[in-house]
């Protein structure tokens, strides 16, 4: 089995390559990345040396490099998971997460439409998506993979856009499409501006950690190697044309979460209790910020097998734990643009 991974630079990417390559040497793994400011190929230094991986350097945005790519590498499947991924930036900058999300996805679908005509029951297309989709919830309630898409954001709409691109090419050209969508990850590899990875970078650094409005928004929280696990046994075993909801059925509030972190950065840092609490600042609200989302991974429990392997309380140990002992790899991704970026977007209140 040949298999394109695209994204594979990025948080996320990085767990899946890394546990496909390792546990199955018999399949020939592409990374195909644009390494944008998210993608880090330093993320896969531990597994870069394998001889079933190679690295692609590539934009999806460009079809003909992607149907260049189909034709020398003719691959049998692909996991996509490239992406513009940050709701804040897709705020200020919502033309790049069209470009990439919703063109890219189906520059993607057509080289396989393409390549892989006449063989469509031997290939698959994995397109790795988000809970963002189905909008937000109120105080109860769960998404369901039947739940209606209501996205709110234009990353989430993007995000939206691509999810049904995919459902119409199996609908409407046979090809074998699977679809996941899944909540928040957490873990190692990530890129410090999103809430853990920037809270526990901020902590160590005795800066400021900025929390939106009051803290109340509410995620379903998943280790990231549970989400990589769950693409894995999806991959192989789904149904052509089906969709799975991945989630760790772990909801916290942004600010209960932060307040647990504080409490394990101060044991970690040999701080006195309550220490790193007094760095939490309350900044303006994010535009449009959904209150809650919650996933129902019900089917892929029942159908599938799958469950999260991990506590949450242990599974923000061990990203603590990785964070502090990888700190040449934050230094690495906190310099340059991510500064004045980061200055522009958290003004304090
Ligand atoms: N992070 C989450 O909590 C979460 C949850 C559910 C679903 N997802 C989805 O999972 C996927 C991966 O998310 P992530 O958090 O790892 O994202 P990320 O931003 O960390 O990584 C995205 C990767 O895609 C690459 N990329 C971006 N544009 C590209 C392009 N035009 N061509 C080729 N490569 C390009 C980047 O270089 C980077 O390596 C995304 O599709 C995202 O929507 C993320």
């Not at 963002?132 to 234009?154: R, W």
């Not at 979460?257 to 220490?275: F, N, S, V």
């Not at 303006?284 to 809650?292: E, F, M, N, W």
């Amino acid at each position: 089995m040949k298999l394109i991974i695209t994204g594979g630079a990025g948080f996320i990417g990085s767990h899946v390559v890394r546990r496909f390559v390792t546990n199955y040497p018999q399949y020939s793994i592409i990374n195909l990345d644009k390494l944008t400011y998210a993608g880090n190929l330093a993320n896969l230094q531990d597994i870069e040396a394998a001889p079933n991986y190679r690295f692609i350097k590539g934009d999806i945005t460009d079809a003909a490099f992607i149907d260049g790519l189909f034709k020398d590498e003719q691959p049998d499947a692909i996991i996509h998971l490239a992406a513009e991924s940050h709701v804040d930036r897709s705020i200020s900058n919502p033309i790049e997460f069209v470009l990439t999300n919703v063109v890219g996805t189906v520059n993607l679908l057509n080289a396989a439409r393409k390549h892989w005509e006449g063989s469509y029951d031997q290939k698959r297309f994995y397109h790795v998506s988000t809970d963002e989709v189905y909008g937000a919830l109120g105080e109860s309630g769960m998404f369901t993979e039947e739940t209606k898409y209501d996205p709110h954001s234009p990353y989430s709409a993007s995000k939206a856009g691509s999810d049904h691109f995919v459902r119409a090419y199996h609908d409407t050209y046979g090809l074998d499409t699977v679809i996941s969508n899944c909540s928040n990850n957490y873990g190692s590899h990530h890129f410090p501006e999103k809430l853990i990875p920037l809270a526990i970078h901020n902590i160590t650094q005795n800066k400021p950690v900025p929390v939106y409005g009051k803290g109340e928004n509410i995620r379903d929280w998943l280790w990231v190697e549970d989400h990589a696990r769950a693409i894995d046994v999806i991959f192989h075993k789904a149904k052509a044309g089906d969709t799975y909801n991945i989630g760790g059925h772990n909801e916290w509030k942004n600010i209960d979460l932060i307040r647990l972190l504080c409490q394990i950065m101060d044991r970690k840092l040999g701080r006195t209790a309550g220490e790193s609490e007094k760095l939490i600042t309350f900044v303006k609200d994010r535009a449009g910020h959904d209150l809650r989302y919650a996933i129902d991974s019900t089917k892929l429990q029942k159908e599938l097998g799958w469950v999260p392997s991990l506590q949450f309380e242990e599974g923000l140990e061990k990203t603590v734990d990785w964070y502090l002992e990888n700190e040449a790899w934050l230094e690495n991704v906190t310099s340059g643009n991510y500064q004045s970026y980061y200055k522009e977007q958290y003004q304090e209140r």
